[in-house]
């Protein structure tokens, strides 16, 4: 059964971004995470990952629509 939460190494990975911006999303509530445990680690569901990659996906074609994007 695939695991249903990742870790904000996880994260880092899959977004191809530092551990930083993973944590800056999370604490900014960007990317809705949870923690868990004594220690208080972050975990964010799969799903909302996909969310949040879906999201930046609209945004940048907004952007890109309004020809506000260069590279």
Known sequence: MPSRFLTLADVTESLNISAAQA??????GELPA?????RGQWRV???EL???IQRMY???RAK?????FED
């Open 45 to 47: 569901e799969v799903t």
């Open 64 to 68: 890109v629509e309004a020809g506000g």
């Open 58 to 60: 609209a945004q940048t």
């Open 23 to 28: 944590y800056a999303l999370v604490r900014s």
């Open 50 to 52: 996909e969310s949040y």
């Open 34 to 38: 949870i923690q868990v445990g004594g």
